[in-house]
């Protein structure tokens, strides 16, 4: 502190505290609930001394909701991306940076464009290419009346069509997520900071591209990767449209979708002691993720949106 | 234009490797999931919106600019059009402020500085959706603790399933609460990035701590403040879907109706597919707006700070 303020410096306290309570007041208070028998939790105003129920509800809201299938689907969907991502952007930012080759621009150039689209303004379109990613070559097949052709081969008629669906897939639910230009440019935007004399130094050495990416790039780069791992993982674990869109099949749903049925609705019992734990549940993974990476993360999330 | 050639040549290696075949081998995977879930599908819904199809997709009619003309003349539309504009200023409002300000309480405390930061950081790592189901509870019109309080301080009868106003600040509240978080990361990391020589010479020539805010440190936030800006009207564009999803369905009678929550309703429930393409193509325009508005405005400013 640069004066003494004693006055504004309680005041400082007071209302970083009434801030801090601000945000964790839906969390203690839902924790709360979380522990209260149906009678209390319905109570009104509810009582806010915890009760010992915390197990029961726990147990509940597990096996009524499918929280460990669902809770497993999303960790799937969640490292899928997250590796998926991370691998594709890395090698692609690798491929822009250390190469120079004819198309490199244009590559970049169509990485680019992408920058900010998100799979919410695109969806229906991108779900009917999900539902077949075979489509757009079935107009081709159609244009070229390939059809015909195939019969006159076979001698008599047959009607092809390609189909080839990531509907409730771990592939639909990772697949369309991984292009991220945002990810890329990270990267490159790193690599670029590198000095040239590595690269000189391997080349001198006689070391080929993928031996340099392996010694020396990818080493450098592992503070980066960590910031990514977490944004990346609660970016995908947090999902909710998309997979809204390709699971049909309860046993495929992602935990944060999944919590919808758990919502007491008009005529049901209000129990939202069950929902509410089974919310708790649901959120702690990327929670710890987030507090257990917390220096990453915060370097990450600044480098990421420069 | 000719700029933003000479920075896309300018930007690889001075020492790169050549190799034939390699580089469009890194690149590809990035190419291909780009060009399959970004492009083709964008085409498509660019495609898609010029025609009148039957919700089974068996005929389908050229109808020029039919479809966007429809939009545009629907009242509901043109709702939806307010209703995003006025939650999107109201969660940017809300979650900007808290932010800010938490970041700077912060900022000016000096103990335990390391476990505030973690008490504030971890929002950011729950579900838009979950948000929502923890602001259900506290805000449903019988046993919610946010809206019998509300009910008696105001006097109003409070109900988000019948006003629409009342959903309205339920949503509002649901998707700020996890924003403030983000905030708090980067308004607390400009603040740190701001010298402390300048706030010493301020206040020896008797500057007084409301006064340096206003004179010294808030204008120097002004680009993480614009960038923020940014940030969170895209947020509250797209991500908020997941609220809106779990805590109003749009309802009642549209008033929480966003756009994104729109283009899933027309084209998933209501299988409007001419209809939901032309929204998405609108919605694709704006984030592109948004985005090159960012880049010609914004990211000069951000470079100003270093």
Same mark, same amino acid.
């Given at each position: 502190?640069?004066?003494?303020?004693?006055?504004?410096?309680?005041?400082?306290?007071?209302f970083?505290?009434?801030?801090?309570?601000?945000?964790g007041?839906?969390?203690?208070?839902?924790?709360?609930?979380?522990?209260?028998?149906?009678?209390?939790?319905?109570k009104?105003?509810?009582?806010?001394?915890?009760?010992?129920?915390?197990?029961?509800n726990?147990?509940?809201?597990?096996?009524?909701?499918?929280?460990?299938?669902?809770?497993?689907?999303?960790?799937?969907?969640?490292?899928?991306?997250?590796?998926g991502?991370?691998?594709?952007?890395?090698?692609?930012?690798?491929?822009?940076?250390?190469?120079?080759?004819?198309?490199?621009?244009?590559?970049?150039?169509?990485?680019?464009?992408?920058?900010?689209?998100?799979?919410?303004?695109?969806?229906?379109?991108?779900y009917?290419?999900?539902?077949?990613?075979?489509?757009?070559?079935?107009?081709?097949w159609?244009?070229?009346?390939?059809?015909?052709?195939?019969?006159?081969?076979?001698?008599?008629?047959? &009607?092809?069509?390609?189909?080839?669906?990531?509907?409730?897939?771990?592939?639909?639910?990772?697949?369309?997520?991984?292009?991220?230009?945002?990810?890329t440019?990270?990267?490159?935007?790193?690599?670029?900071?590198?000095? &040239?004399?590595?690269?000189?130094a391997?080349?001198?050495?006689?070391?080929?591209?993928?031996?340099f990416?392996?010694?020396?790039?990818?080493?450098?780069?592992?503070?980066?990767?960590?910031?990514?791992i977490?944004?990346?993982?609660?970016?995908?674990?947090?999902?909710?449209?998309?997979?809204?869109l390709?699971?049909?099949?309860?046993?495929?749903?992602?935990?944060?979708?999944?919590?919808?049925?758990?919502?007491?609705?008009?005529?049901?019992?209000?129990?939202?002691?069950?929902?509410?734990?089974?919310?708790?549940?649901?959120?702690?993974p990327?929670?710890?993720?987030?507090?257990?990476?917390?220096r990453?993360?915060?370097?990450?999330?600044?480098?990421?949106?420069? | 234009m000719? &700029?933003?050639?000479?920075?896309?040549?300018?930007?690889?290696?001075?020492?790169?490797?050549?190799?034939?075949?390699?580089?469009?081998?890194?690149?590809?995977?990035?190419?291909?999931?780009?060009?399959?879930?970004?492009?083709?599908?964008?085409?498509?819904?660019?495609?898609?919106s010029?025609?009148?199809?039957?919700?089974?997709?068996?005929?389908?009619?050229?109808?020029?600019?039919?479809?966007?003309?429809?939009?545009?003349?629907?009242?509901?539309?043109?709702?939806?059009?307010?209703?995003?504009?006025?939650?999107?200023?109201?969660?940017?409002?809300?979650?900007?402020?808290?932010?800010?300000?938490?970041?700077?309480?912060?900022?000016?405390?000096?103990?335990?500085?390391?476990?505030?930061?973690?008490?504030?950081?971890?929002?950011?790592?729950?579900?838009?959706?979950?948000?929502?189901?923890?602001?259900?509870?506290?805000?449903?019109?019988?046993?919610?603790?946010?809206?019998?309080?509300?009910?008696?301080?105001?006097?109003t009868?409070?109900?988000?399933?019948?006003?629409?106003?009342?959903?309205?600040?339920?949503?509002?509240?649901?998707?700020?609460?996890?924003?403030?978080?983000?905030?708090?990361?980067?308004?607390?990391?400009?603040?740190?990035?701001?010298?402390?020589?300048?706030?010493?010479?301020?206040?020896?020539?008797?500057?007084?701590?409301?006064?340096?805010?206003?004179?010294i440190?808030?204008?120097?936030?002004?680009?993480?403040?614009?960038?923020?800006?940014?940030?969170?009207?895209?947020?509250?564009?797209?991500?908020?879907?997941?609220?809106?999803?779990?805590?109003?369905?749009?309802?009642?009678?549209?008033?929480?109706?966003?756009?994104?929550?729109?283009v899933?309703?027309?084209?998933?429930?209501?299988?409007?597919?001419?209809?939901s393409?032309?929204?998405?193509?609108?919605?694709?325009?704006?984030?592109?707006?948004?985005?090159?508005?960012?880049?010609?405005?914004?990211?000069?400013?951000?470079?100003?700070?270093?």
């Open positions: 502190m640069i004066e003494k303020t004693p006055i504004l410096d309680i005041f400082t306290y007071i970083l505290m009434v801030g801090i309570l601000i945000v007041f839906p969390i203690i208070y839902s924790l709360i609930a979380a522990t209260l028998p149906l009678e209390d939790v319905s009104v105003p509810m009582p806010l001394i915890p009760g010992d129920q915390f197990m029961v726990m147990k509940e809201a597990w096996t009524r909701g499918n929280l460990g299938n669902q809770i497993f689907n999303s960790f799937i969907m969640a490292t899928g991306i997250t590796v991502k991370i691998t594709v952007s890395m090698i692609g930012a690798f491929s822009i940076v250390y190469f120079d080759y004819r198309l490199r621009v244009v590559a970049f150039a169509s990485v680019f464009c992408t920058l900010m689209l998100p799979v919410e303004v695109r969806i229906l379109p991108t009917e290419m999900a539902a077949n990613l075979l489509g757009p070559l079935q107009g081709l159609d244009v070229l009346h390939l059809n015909g052709l195939v019969s006159w081969f076979a001698g008599h008629d047959i &009607e092809v069509s390609l189909n080839w669906s990531l509907l409730d897939s771990y592939t639909g639910l990772t697949l369309p997520l991984i292009a991220s230009a945002t990810c440019f990270l990267f490159r935007q790193f690599f670029l900071t590198v000095p &040239e004399e590595l690269c000189e391997a080349k001198m050495d006689g070391a080929s591209p993928m031996t990416f392996r010694k020396i790039l990818f080493p450098l780069s592992k503070t980066n990767i960590a910031a990514l977490v944004i990346e993982f609660v970016y995908g674990y947090n999902q909710y449209l998309w997979p809204l390709i699971t049909t099949n309860p046993d495929m749903t992602t935990a944060v979708i999944g919590l919808q049925d758990l919502i007491p609705q008009a005529d049901d019992l209000p129990e939202w002691n069950v929902a509410l734990g089974a919310a708790m549940m649901v959120m702690l990327p929670v710890l993720v987030v507090l257990s990476m917390q990453w993360f915060v370097k990450g999330l600044i480098e990421k949106e420069k | 000719e &700029e933003a050639s000479v920075y896309i040549h300018s930007m690889i290696k001075r020492s790169t490797f050549k190799s034939g075949y390699l580089p469009y081998l890194l690149i590809l995977p990035q190419i291909l999931v780009t060009l399959t879930f970004f492009y083709w599908p964008a085409l498509q819904g660019l495609s898609q010029f025609f009148l199809s039957d919700p089974f997709g068996r005929s389908s009619k050229f109808v020029w600019f039919y479809n966007y003309i429809e939009l545009f003349t629907d009242p509901l539309y043109l709702k939806s059009i307010v209703t995003t504009i006025t939650f999107s200023i109201a969660v940017a409002t809300v979650s900007i402020t808290l932010g800010l300000f938490i970041a700077t309480m912060a900022n000016r405390a000096l103990r335990a500085t390391a476990l505030v930061r973690t008490l504030l950081i971890w929002p950011y790592a729950v579900a838009p959706a979950i948000s929502g189901i923890l602001w259900l509870f506290l805000l449903h019109p019988s046993y919610g603790i946010v809206a019998l309080t509300i009910n008696n301080w105001f006097g009868e409070w109900n988000p399933v019948l006003y629409g106003k009342d959903a309205m600040i339920m949503i509002t509240m649901a998707s700020s609460w996890k924003q403030i978080s983000y905030n708090f990361v980067f308004f607390m990391a400009g603040l740190q990035a701001i010298p402390r020589s300048l706030i010493e010479a301020a206040a020896i020539d008797g500057a007084s701590p409301f006064k340096r805010f206003w004179a440190t808030f204008p120097l936030l002004t680009p993480t403040f614009f960038f923020l800006s940014v940030m969170n009207i895209i947020y509250s564009f797209f991500e908020t879907f997941g609220v809106i999803h779990t805590v109003t369905q749009g309802g009642p009678g549209g008033s929480t109706n966003i756009l994104v929550y729109k899933y309703q027309d084209g998933f429930v209501g299988l409007n597919l001419g209809s393409a032309a929204q998405s193509v609108v919605l694709m325009s704006l984030i592109i707006l948004i985005t090159f508005l960012q880049f010609r405005y914004v990211e000069k400013k951000v470079q100003y700070t270093g």
